[in-house]
T-cell receptor
Framework: EAGVAQSPRYKIIEKRQSVAFWCNPI?????LYWYQQILGQGPKLLIQ????????DSQLPKDRFSAERLKGVDSTLKIQPAKLEDSAVYLC????????????FGEGSWLTVV | RKEVEQDPGPFNVPEGATVAFNCTYS??????FFWYRQDCRKEPKLLMS???SGNEDGRFTAQLNRASQYISLLIRDSKLSDSATYLC????????????FGSGTQLTVLP
């Protein structure tokens, strides 16, 4: 079974530029998550989708971050404009349901803002 | 105060040693508990769930103390392949929100 796919794997941008990350969850998984993991910290939830609706985006910095999940399958996370403190790994994850105890992560998109 | 707190380590232990990690959580409404493992530059993966009565999975034993709001993970007979960061994870009761992760405890098993 194919896992969670993410791209690009690595991205280096200058501050104030924009970047977009793409995620394709495991087939059939209704719930999709975007996490931010800063070096030395645990993953922090940015946004959670159930199908194509937002369940929780309380920790998403909405002035610069946006995410969408059109058609309830793949998703895009955008940062515009990027700040130095956005340097992190952006992990996409999926689970079969909204209360799934096991979530499956993709390999992550590594962002460096210089 | 962080919702989930862990000693960051690092823990450096010889092969064959027994090592234990603790984790505390602040929300008494937390209902579900897990340990995830994260290898260097890799994604987190579920290691095991933690049940109220405690549970084992091979060399790994997880315990939960609801009164003191802490969770533990014991690794017996450590292997080199156990070297990783161990993330303590909780879910709050009644919340559709996903899991809240601790910052992780780094373990290095030395030959």
């Amino acid at each position: 079974e194919a896992g969670v796919a993410q791209s690009p794997r690595y991205k280096i941008i200058e501050k104030r530029q924009s970047v977009a990350f793409w995620c394709n969850p495991i087939s059939g998984h209704a719930t999709l998550y975007w996490y931010q993991q800063i070096l030395g910290q645990g993953p922090k939830l940015l946004i959670q989708f159930q199908n194509n609706g937002v369940v929780d985006d309380s920790q998403l910095p909405k002035d610069r971050f946006s995410a969408e999940r059109l058609k309830g399958v793949d998703s895009t996370l955008k940062i515009q404009p990027a700040k130095l403190e956005d340097s992190a790994v952006y992990l996409c994850a999926s689970s079969p349901g909204v209360s799934g105890n096991t979530i499956y992560f993709g390999e992550g998109s590594w962002l460096t803002v210089v | 105060r962080k919702e989930v707190e862990q000693d960051p380590g690092p823990f450096n232990v010889p092969e064959g040693a027994t090592v234990a990690f603790n984790c505390t959580y602040s929300n008494s409404a937390s209902q579900s508990f897990f340990w995830y493992r994260q290898d260097c530059r890799k994604e987190p993966k579920l290691l095991m769930s933690v049940y109220s009565s405690g549970n084992e999975d091979g060399r790994f034993t997880a315990q939960l103390n609801r009164a003191s709001q802490y969770i533990s993970l014991l690794i017996r007979d450590s292997k080199l392949s156990d070297s990783a960061t161990y993330l303590c994870v909780v879910r709050v009761s009644g919340s559709a929100r996903q899991l809240t992760f601790g910052s992780g405890t780094q373990l290095t098993v030395l030959p």
